[in-house]
């Protein structure tokens, strides 16, 4: 598929013929959802934890007598029954991932890159270099292209003063190839990929 070439200020820069394998694809909400599942759970912290009966602070002396109170028998105040006692069965540290194959995730991340070609929200820029770090420059760039929720996807480096600038705008990121990444690419509305990004996206999914 062909694809037109912009430059930052909104000028033509030519076409570019896109692999069909990576952006012709009929998107699959299966696979997008699997491998989306995937990078939540593994991101997930899992540090949650509650004080168990063996770690709360209490005396361990028999509350009270066995017999002649009228009551339930309890030898522990740290028993799950009381108040501020140890907690049952409660959540403890653990991670939340699971495994997915390296092939499936590739598969996942071609469908992301079709899923924004077919709805018209991928857009090939040149480059994403600017001569110094301004935020204005780029802001206005931005609000030109008329971009709201972006993600630019730039080759195997990312120019250090398009970071710069793009780290002052809201809804404006940047990530190298090695981090595109399924989630990324569905939050955002719009996708914008440098050539340079496209052809190591390519070597990548190969």
Same mark, same amino acid.
């Given at each position: 598929?062909?694809?037109?070439? =912009?430059?930052?200020?909104?000028?033509?820069?030519?076409?570019?013929?896109?692999?069909?394998?990576? +952006?012709?694809?009929?998107? #699959?909400?299966?696979?997008?959802?699997?491998?989306?599942?995937?990078?939540?759970?593994?991101?997930?912290?899992?540090?949650?934890?509650?004080?168990?009966?063996?770690?709360?602070?209490?005396?361990?002396?028999?509350?009270?007598?066995?017999?002649?109170?009228?009551?339930?028998?309890?030898?522990?105040?740290?028993?799950?029954? +009381?108040?501020?006692?140890?907690?049952?069965?409660?959540?403890?540290? #653990?991670?939340?991932?699971?495994?997915?194959?390296?092939? +499936? #995730?590739?598969?996942?991340?071609?469908?992301?890159?079709?899923?924004?070609?077919?709805?018209?929200?991928?857009?090939?820029?040149?480059?994403?270099?600017?001569?110094?770090?301004?935020?204005?420059?780029?802001?206005?760039?931005?609000?030109?292209?008329?971009?709201? #929720?972006?993600?630019? =996807?730039?080759?195997?480096?990312?120019?250090?003063? +398009?970071?710069?600038?793009?780290?002052?705008?809201?809804?404006?990121?940047?990530?190298?190839?090695?981090?595109?990444?399924?989630?990324?690419?569905?939050?955002?509305?719009?996708?914008? =990929?440098?050539?340079?990004? =496209?052809?190591?996206?390519?070597?990548?999914?190969?």
């Amino acid at each position: 598929m062909k694809l037109d070439v =912009i430059k930052l200020d909104g000028g033509k820069a030519g076409t570019l013929d896109l692999d069909e394998a990576l +952006f012709g694809l009929e998107p #699959r909400t299966d696979i997008l959802h699997r491998v989306v599942r995937w990078q939540r759970n593994n991101a997930q912290a899992g540090t949650h934890k509650v004080k168990t009966r063996s770690e709360v602070s209490y005396s361990t002396k028999k509350i009270y007598r066995q017999k002649g109170t009228g009551g339930a028998r309890h030898g522990s105040r740290k028993a799950p029954i +009381f108040r501020k006692g140890g907690i049952y069965k409660g959540p403890t540290p #653990r991670s939340h991932g699971h495994e997915l194959t390296k092939k +499936f #995730r590739k598969l996942g991340l071609k469908h992301a890159l079709s899923a924004k070609a077919a709805t018209g929200n991928l857009v090939v820029l040149e480059d994403a270099k600017l001569a110094e770090a301004k935020t204005a420059l780029l802001a206005r760039a931005v609000k030109e292209q008329g971009w709201k #929720r972006v993600l630019v =996807i730039d080759g195997t480096d990312v120019d250090a003063n +398009f970071k710069a600038a793009a780290a002052n705008i809201a809804g404006v990121d940047i990530l190298p190839t090695m981090g595109a990444n399924v989630y990324d690419i569905l939050k955002r509305d719009t996708l914008v =990929i440098t050539k340079a990004g =496209i052809e190591a996206l390519e070597a990548r999914l190969k």
